[in-house]
């Protein structure tokens, strides 16, 4: 078994290995093909993973492989010096860095491979690698590290490189010369919190003896210094923290509309004015402890709505994928330019792994182009010079030159972002269920307090007053304003645990009113990373492959990163790989090597020299085999489509409308209607645009629609849509701007999702009537103008607290019933 | 009469205190990352312990 472990290294030596005895790489634990890259007693995958482990030890931080077993990622990846070239701009060097006085700069990096404490712990430790760098520090979650270094003594292209060399290469994409960092609206709802809540219990203890049975024999001085304290401290209150409801409720006044802050600045603002002239005329102790508990308990529930994920974002365009540079030529000379300023003509440089940054014509080199974050398609596409090759194609080979024949963001794929629905900030895309309730709820409020009013005006006008008074503060809908919060707050959480990430509590509410249901194809009902994989022999044999045949095969196709050979790789079962010799990989071909003295060859049909066969199906792939010569048949790759997939179309097909849009021809329509029951509408050769636009069409037949897509291509239609989800089989990697992130193992819960929010409209409803029933309790007192400070203060704070008792345990229930949590 | 104010705005002062204290803690990034310390509090004192370890081991080897 161990072969090849006895020849080169030393046997003594303990060495990581694998349930099947294959020895594993010391610094990333990927299995090793051989064992011929070694540093001292460690061995190694790569020459890349060598590399880290030996600047480390140097350093003296391999306490980095003690801290964490997964601790090292692979190194195993093309990598050119002059790539880093871009960040000698000056122009850029501004824009990354977030603070520079000429000594020392800062700059903050998003390291994707950022995974487990060991990481932490070495980023944090840069300063001993390099003592130019004099801080580091890391936000795990959003996987950011923050250096701050010697300007004069390492560049910033230094620090980038620095950082490349042990294994975590920052992405430095558009958008990071482009980032606004927004953390100050979280720091400031916190201080508004601790605000309202220190002033809320010092004005709940300066009022308490007011409430006691004795007070009146106190003192009059003892009470006048309380009222007035307790006026004090509610300025605070009044000024700073519930600003924000004003602000909201004017905004929204002056576009025609009544939201719930409407109702709620309504009935703060007479609590404050009413409770501030009792005390300043002496009148009585006025409301202050019920006006402040109101305030704090309904930051608290805007707090608790705003559970976000740091680690997803979910408004990334185009930009989040294009590189910050690109290199230009000009006659005979290479220089490294910013992509924006890049114009129509100039003729730019490609190399292998790098994506086109705007459409272009090819000029020269042998172009294989993967479209496959434009369109989701897979494979590759061969292209000619003279050949026009759009944004977004990565190129997997050799140099291309190019001719730019369109702005960046007038490409093919990047002018999907000038369409209007990106321009506009929806903040809702539908009348949310409290704004429409808060709307009634404010006119009958109003026609209450102006009756009462009236009523009283006849006979007494401070009963009147007081009575009007009182019916806009007893009516402030408190509890109404925390029911859809804290129920959809902890809707969200309980989404969050099943991996159903939303953007915000509105896509609930989206989500339990839509009535049709678009999906993609590619990557969204079939698996991007697996396939259907069938062995065909050829018709002259008829025979199946034989285990050792099989065991050749696996060993080719793992010394090949073409999806194709992934799949191959993943269909058979897991063996130790055999040395292959003779190794040749031919771009667009196929692949050949030798294994103990035979050839095996795999790839098209032209590779192999065989003649093509007669396949029905389009959408499959074909790769031939021939070993040692002989035809042996082929691999035949067709979508797997998603496990689950039957069980959610079952599901919906009832309650909605089914679409599906694919950029794919119909090949497979067979195959979809039968798996969409003939009720589903298809459409095949859908542009990005054509998705876009078919959104809108359904959007102007009044369909409010939920969008599942996967790649930049449904970028417009997930925008566009009342509900966009953007299905992912890791969260963390890529996905286009969207309302809600799935991942993809979860799919087939979906429609537990959209029952569980369309139920969690039915608690809000529900709470809704028990806060109602309390304000009839409390206008019962308000109207006979008996409304006293007692009452308030009891009547305030227990429908309140029932009320989100009410919401969280409800919601937590009918998830438990619907096997969400 | 007077005692009892006293010590009212006595407390309330000592609570001011802390109220700014918090304020600072927040206006300062304190709350703006909660889950990195909790690994980097853990760290140091991991480290140091492998440190001792492998330094005893490799005194075993030699």
Same mark, same amino acid.
Request: aromatic fraction near 10%; glycine fraction near 6%; include cysteine.
């Given at each position: 078994m161990s072969r090849i472990e006895t020849k080169t290294i030393d046997a003594k030596v303990f060495h990581r290995q694998d349930n099947k005895g294959r020895i594993l790489c010391d610094h990333c634990n990927e299995v090793c093909?051989?064992? +011929?890259?070694?540093s001292g007693d460690k061995v190694f995958c790569c020459p890349g993973c060598r590399l880290v482990y030996e600047i480390l030890a140097e350093n003296d931080l391999c306490d980095y492989y003690n801290i964490d077993e997964n601790a090292g990622s692979t190194q195993n990846k093309p990598f050119h010096? +002059?790539?880093?070239?871009?960040?000698?701009?000056e122009a850029i060097i501004q824009k990354l860095l977030?603070?520079?006085?000429?000594?020392s700069a800062k700059a903050t990096f998003y390291i994707p491979d950022m995974h487990c404490s060991s990481c932490v712990w070495l980023l944090e430790s840069l300063y001993r690698i390099n003592d130019a760098i004099t801080y580091g520090s890391v936000n795990f979650l959003k996987k950011e590290l923050s250096v701050t270094f010697d300007i004069k003594r390492i560049s910033l292209r230094g620090v980038v490189e620095l950082l490349t060399s042990i294994g975590y290469e920052p992405q430095i994409n558009l958008e990071s010369i482009h980032k606004k960092i927004n953390k100050e609206s979280d720091r400031d709802l916190y201080i508004k919190i601790g605000v309202a809540g220190f002033c809320f219990a010092n004005i709940m203890m300066l009022s308490f003896p007011e409430y006691l049975v004795r007070y009146d024999k106190v003192e009059p001085q003892i009470k006048t210094v309380f009222t007035y304290l307790t006026l004090l401290l509610s300025l605070p209150v009044f000024f700073y923290s519930s600003m924000d409801y004003f602000k909201s409720a004017l905004k929204g006044w002056k576009q025609k509309m009544v939201n719930m802050d409407v109702p709620i600045s309504l009935g703060i603002l007479t609590l404050f004015i009413r409770s501030a002239y009792d005390i300043l005329s002496g009148v009585g102790t006025g409301y202050m402890d019920s006006f402040s508990g109101l305030v704090f308990l309904l930051l608290v529930g805007k707090l608790f709505q705003k559970k976000t994920y740091d680690t997803l974002s979910f408004d990334r365009d185009y930009k989040s994928y294009f590189p910050v540079s690109v290199t230009k030529k000009e006659g005979a000379k290479e220089t490294t330019v910013p992509l924006e300023n890049i114009k129509k003509g100039d003729r730019i440089i490609i190399r292998n792994q790098e994506l086109v940054p705007a459409d272009a014509v090819l000029i020269s080199g042998k172009a294989y182009i993967d479209y496959s974050f434009v369109s989701g398609e897979s494979d590759p596409v061969p292209l000619i010079s003279g050949d026009i090759i759009h944004a977004g194609g990565r190129q997997i080979g050799g140099v291309l030159e190019m001719d730019v024949i369109k702005d960046i963001s007038h490409s093919y794929l990047t002018r999907l972002w000038n369409d209007d629905s990106f321009k506009k &900030?929806? &903040? +809702?895309?539908i009348t949310l269920l409290s704004n429409t309730i808060s709307k009634y709820f404010t006119v009958i409020v109003l026609l209450l307090s102006g009756g009462s009013a009236l009523y009283w005006l006849r006979s007494d006008l401070t009963m009147a007053l007081n009575s009007l008074t009182a019916v806009l503060i007893v009516a402030c809908p408190c509890a109404l304003a925390l029911s859809t919060p804290f129920t959809l707050g902890n809707v969200l959480r309980i989404f969050g645990k099943n991996k159903f990430y939303l953007k915000n509590i509105s896509v609930i509410e989206s989500l339990a009113r839509i009535n049709s249901v678009v999906f993609d194809k590619t990557g969204t009902i079939t698996r991007s990373r697996t396939a259907k994989v069938d062995f065909i022999a050829s018709p002259g044999t008829r025979e199946e492959l034989s285990a050792e045949e099989i065991h050749e095969i696996y060993s080719l196709v793992r010394e090949s990163g073409h999806p194709l050979s992934r799949y191959i790789y993943n269909y058979f079962p897991a063996q130790r790989a055999l040395p292959v010799s003779d190794y040749q990989e031919l771009i667009g071909q196929g692949i050949k090597g030798r294994i103990g003295g035979r050839e095996i060859m795999l790839g098209s049909n032209s590779f192999l020299r065989i003649e093509k066969k007669n396949k029905k199906d389009s959408t499959s792939s074909i790769v031939y085999i021939k070993i040692n010569g002989k035809f042996r048949g082929y691999f035949q790759i067709s979508n797997a489509y998603r496990p689950g997939l039957k069980k959610v179309v079952g599901a919906l097909i009832d309650k909605y409308n089914l679409y599906l849009l694919t950029g794919d021809n119909d090949s497979e329509r067979l195959r979809l209607s039968e798996i969409f029951m003939n009720k589903a509408k298809l459409y095949f050769n859908q542009s990005p645009f054509d998705k876009l636009n078919f959104i809108k069409m359904l959007q102007k037949k009044s369909e409010r629609v939920m969008m599942i897509g996967d790649g930049l291509n449904d970028a417009g239609a997930l925008k566009q849509s009342d509900v966009g989800i953007s299905i992912s089989e890791d969260v963390n990697t890529f996905s286009p701007a969207c309302d809600a992130i799935l991942e993809a193992g979860h799919f087939e819960r979906l429609n537990d999702f959209i029952r569980l929010s369309k139920l969690s409209l039915n608690i809000i409803l529900i709470s809704f009537s028990i806060s109602f029933i309390y304000n009839l309790i409390g206008l019962y007192f308000a109207m006979q103008g008996t409304l006293s400070p007692l009452i308030a203060a009891i009547l305030m704070p227990v429908s309140s607290i029932s009320v989100v008792l009410f919401t969280t345990g409800s919601t937590a229930f009918l998830a438990k019933r619907i096997k969400l949590l | 009469m007077s005692a009892i104010v006293v010590l009212i705005f006595g407390s309330l002062l000592v609570s001011i205190g802390f109220l700014i204290a918090f304020i600072w803690a927040v206006k300062s990034g304190q709350f703006d990352d909660n889950y990195t310390p909790s690994i980097r509090m853990l760290l140091d004192d991991k480290a140091d312990n492998n440190e001792k370890k492998k330094n005893k081991s490799k005194e075993g080897e030699e």
């Amino acid at each position: 078994m161990s072969r090849i472990e006895t020849k080169t290294i030393d046997a003594k030596v303990f060495h990581r290995q694998d349930n099947k005895g294959r020895i594993l790489c010391d610094h990333c634990n990927e299995v090793c093909p051989d064992t +011929s890259i070694v540093s001292g007693d460690k061995v190694f995958c790569c020459p890349g993973c060598r590399l880290v482990y030996e600047i480390l030890a140097e350093n003296d931080l391999c306490d980095y492989y003690n801290i964490d077993e997964n601790a090292g990622s692979t190194q195993n990846k093309p990598f050119h010096t +002059s790539k880093f070239e871009y960040l000698d701009d000056e122009a850029i060097i501004q824009k990354l860095l977030d603070f520079s006085d000429g000594n020392s700069a800062k700059a903050t990096f998003y390291i994707p491979d950022m995974h487990c404490s060991s990481c932490v712990w070495l980023l944090e430790s840069l300063y001993r690698i390099n003592d130019a760098i004099t801080y580091g520090s890391v936000n795990f979650l959003k996987k950011e590290l923050s250096v701050t270094f010697d300007i004069k003594r390492i560049s910033l292209r230094g620090v980038v490189e620095l950082l490349t060399s042990i294994g975590y290469e920052p992405q430095i994409n558009l958008e990071s010369i482009h980032k606004k960092i927004n953390k100050e609206s979280d720091r400031d709802l916190y201080i508004k919190i601790g605000v309202a809540g220190f002033c809320f219990a010092n004005i709940m203890m300066l009022s308490f003896p007011e409430y006691l049975v004795r007070y009146d024999k106190v003192e009059p001085q003892i009470k006048t210094v309380f009222t007035y304290l307790t006026l004090l401290l509610s300025l605070p209150v009044f000024f700073y923290s519930s600003m924000d409801y004003f602000k909201s409720a004017l905004k929204g006044w002056k576009q025609k509309m009544v939201n719930m802050d409407v109702p709620i600045s309504l009935g703060i603002l007479t609590l404050f004015i009413r409770s501030a002239y009792d005390i300043l005329s002496g009148v009585g102790t006025g409301y202050m402890d019920s006006f402040s508990g109101l305030v704090f308990l309904l930051l608290v529930g805007k707090l608790f709505q705003k559970k976000t994920y740091d680690t997803l974002s979910f408004d990334r365009d185009y930009k989040s994928y294009f590189p910050v540079s690109v290199t230009k030529k000009e006659g005979a000379k290479e220089t490294t330019v910013p992509l924006e300023n890049i114009k129509k003509g100039d003729r730019i440089i490609i190399r292998n792994q790098e994506l086109v940054p705007a459409d272009a014509v090819l000029i020269s080199g042998k172009a294989y182009i993967d479209y496959s974050f434009v369109s989701g398609e897979s494979d590759p596409v061969p292209l000619i010079s003279g050949d026009i090759i759009h944004a977004g194609g990565r190129q997997i080979g050799g140099v291309l030159e190019m001719d730019v024949i369109k702005d960046i963001s007038h490409s093919y794929l990047t002018r999907l972002w000038n369409d209007d629905s990106f321009k506009k &900030e929806q &903040e +809702s895309k539908i009348t949310l269920l409290s704004n429409t309730i808060s709307k009634y709820f404010t006119v009958i409020v109003l026609l209450l307090s102006g009756g009462s009013a009236l009523y009283w005006l006849r006979s007494d006008l401070t009963m009147a007053l007081n009575s009007l008074t009182a019916v806009l503060i007893v009516a402030c809908p408190c509890a109404l304003a925390l029911s859809t919060p804290f129920t959809l707050g902890n809707v969200l959480r309980i989404f969050g645990k099943n991996k159903f990430y939303l953007k915000n509590i509105s896509v609930i509410e989206s989500l339990a009113r839509i009535n049709s249901v678009v999906f993609d194809k590619t990557g969204t009902i079939t698996r991007s990373r697996t396939a259907k994989v069938d062995f065909i022999a050829s018709p002259g044999t008829r025979e199946e492959l034989s285990a050792e045949e099989i065991h050749e095969i696996y060993s080719l196709v793992r010394e090949s990163g073409h999806p194709l050979s992934r799949y191959i790789y993943n269909y058979f079962p897991a063996q130790r790989a055999l040395p292959v010799s003779d190794y040749q990989e031919l771009i667009g071909q196929g692949i050949k090597g030798r294994i103990g003295g035979r050839e095996i060859m795999l790839g098209s049909n032209s590779f192999l020299r065989i003649e093509k066969k007669n396949k029905k199906d389009s959408t499959s792939s074909i790769v031939y085999i021939k070993i040692n010569g002989k035809f042996r048949g082929y691999f035949q790759i067709s979508n797997a489509y998603r496990p689950g997939l039957k069980k959610v179309v079952g599901a919906l097909i009832d309650k909605y409308n089914l679409y599906l849009l694919t950029g794919d021809n119909d090949s497979e329509r067979l195959r979809l209607s039968e798996i969409f029951m003939n009720k589903a509408k298809l459409y095949f050769n859908q542009s990005p645009f054509d998705k876009l636009n078919f959104i809108k069409m359904l959007q102007k037949k009044s369909e409010r629609v939920m969008m599942i897509g996967d790649g930049l291509n449904d970028a417009g239609a997930l925008k566009q849509s009342d509900v966009g989800i953007s299905i992912s089989e890791d969260v963390n990697t890529f996905s286009p701007a969207c309302d809600a992130i799935l991942e993809a193992g979860h799919f087939e819960r979906l429609n537990d999702f959209i029952r569980l929010s369309k139920l969690s409209l039915n608690i809000i409803l529900i709470s809704f009537s028990i806060s109602f029933i309390y304000n009839l309790i409390g206008l019962y007192f308000a109207m006979q103008g008996t409304l006293s400070p007692l009452i308030a203060a009891i009547l305030m704070p227990v429908s309140s607290i029932s009320v989100v008792l009410f919401t969280t345990g409800s919601t937590a229930f009918l998830a438990k019933r619907i096997k969400l949590l | 009469m007077s005692a009892i104010v006293v010590l009212i705005f006595g407390s309330l002062l000592v609570s001011i205190g802390f109220l700014i204290a918090f304020i600072w803690a927040v206006k300062s990034g304190q709350f703006d990352d909660n889950y990195t310390p909790s690994i980097r509090m853990l760290l140091d004192d991991k480290a140091d312990n492998n440190e001792k370890k492998k330094n005893k081991s490799k005194e075993g080897e030699e």
